[in-house]
C-alpha cells in the first residue's frame, strides 16, 4: 500500500512538471507569435516603446515649458510657489515614466546611453530647485556642493545622470521627516579623456535595516513592506539607478547607515568636454526653428533671443523647407516630429537643395526631440543631421554643441 501511494505521488509530481513545461512552451509560441504578427505589420518592439515616449513626453514637456514661462511673468511670490509646483510635478511624472519605461527595456532590448554635452553645474541647480519646496514644507536643510576641482562641462548622458540623482534624492526624501539632505559631488579618477565622479547623497532619515540592506537594488522592493502605505513609490528607482551606473562604467553602493541617517554613493565615468570657451554667436546668430508645438516655440524662441540670437519659427517641415529657401541661416533647430512633413522627411529636402545648388558649407542642422531611442539617433544622422539634442532645450548643452562644431569635431 505505501509502495503505491509513493507510485502515485511520483506521478502526480512528474505530471505537474509535465503541465508547467507545457504551460512555459505555450507561453514561449504565443510570444513568439506575437513577435512575428508585429514583424508583420512592420512594427518593432523598440518603434512602439519610441511612440509611446513621444506621445506621453510630448504634452509633459509642454507642461514644463509652459511652467517655465509663466516663473519668468509672474511676480506675486505665491503664484510663483504655484507655478513651481507644477513644474516639479511634472518633472517628477516625468522621472517615473523613464523609469516604467526603462524597466520595460531592461525586460525585453535591454537600455542604452546617449551621450551629449552638458553642463554639470546647471544640472545640480535644476535638481536642487526640483526639491526645495519639499524641503521647505517638511522642513529638511537641503544642501548641493560640488568640488572645485570638478569641471564645468562634461559629455554623457545627462538625463540619465539626472535620472539616477532624482531617485536618490526622492529616496532620501520619502524616509526623512526632517532634518537635513545633501548632495555632494567629488572627483574620484582623473585621465586625460575622461573622469569618475562620486555623487553622495547623505540624509538624516530612518535608516535602513540591516537584514533589508540587500535587498533594497531588486525591483519591486522598498526598505520595510509595511511602510508601503506611507512611502509610496514603484519600487524600481534603486534598482533603475544600479543598473544605469554599470552602463556608465560606474556602481551605486550604499555606505553608511543607521538611526542618524543613510549615505548612498553613486559613481560614474565621464567624459571630458574638448571644447574650451564659448562659441561665437555671430557664427549661429540667424537661426530657423522648426516646431509645431506653440508653447515650445515660444519657450525656445525666449531662451535663444536672450543669449543674442535671432529666431524664425516654423509651423511645419514644409514651412522650413520654403523659408530655407526664401532667408539665409545659420543654423537650424529641426523637431523630428511635425505634422505634414516631419524633420526627417525635411532634412532630406535641405541636404537635396544644397547639393542640386553645389553648395560648399551646408548649414548646421539639429534635431530637437523627445524621444531617447537609439534608432532616433541614427535615423537623424542618416538624414543628414549634424547633432541631435533632448527637448525641452538645455542652452548649455546647446552652448556646448555649437562650440563644437565650431572647432571642427565629428558629430555625434
Known sequence: MK????????LSTRNEELINQRTKDLDKIKLKLLEQELKASGISRSQILS??????????NTILSAA???????????DKNLVGTIYRSANHLTVLLNNVLDFYKTSFSGLSLDAHPFDLYSLFDELQHLFLLSAKQKP????????????????????????????????????TSEG??????????????????GFCVTDSGSGIQSDLEHYIWNFFSSNDISHSRTHQGLGMGLALTKTIAQLMNGSVELIETGAEGTTIELTVTLEKENCDGLPDIDLFKHVLLAEDNKVNQQLTKNILEK??????????????????????????????????????TATREIRLIEKKNKILAPIKIIALTANAQKQDKIDCFSAGMNEYMRKPLDIYNLTSILCKMQNGYPAG
Open 68 to 78: 517655465e514661462i509663466l516663473k519668468v511673468k509672474l511676480e506675486e511670490h505665491e
Open 140 to 175: 529638511i536643510e537641503l544642501i548641493f556642493s560640488i568640488d572645485p576641482e570638478i569641471q564645468r562641462l562634461w559629455n554623457g548622458d545627462a538625463t540619465r545622470l539626472k535620472q539616477m540623482l532624482y531617485n536618490l534624492l526622492d529616496n532620501a526624501f520619502k524616509f
Open 51 to 60: 511612440n509611446i515616449s513621444h506621445e506621453i513626453k510630448t504634452p509633459l
Open 180 to 197: 537635513r539632505i545633501s548632495l555632494t559631488a567629488r572627483l574620484k579618477e582623473s585621465g586625460d579623456k575622461s573622469a569618475r565622479i
Open 3 to 10: 509502495v503505491k501511494v509513493q507510485k502515485e505521488t511520483k
Open 307 to 344: 543669449k543674442g540670437f535671432q529666431v524664425d519659427v516654423a509651423n511645419n517641415g514644409d514651412e522650413a523647407i520654403e523659408l530655407f529657401r526664401m532667408r539665409k541661416y545659420n543654423l537650424i533647430l529641426m523637431d523630428i516630429q511635425m505634422p505634414k512633413c516631419d524633420g526627417i
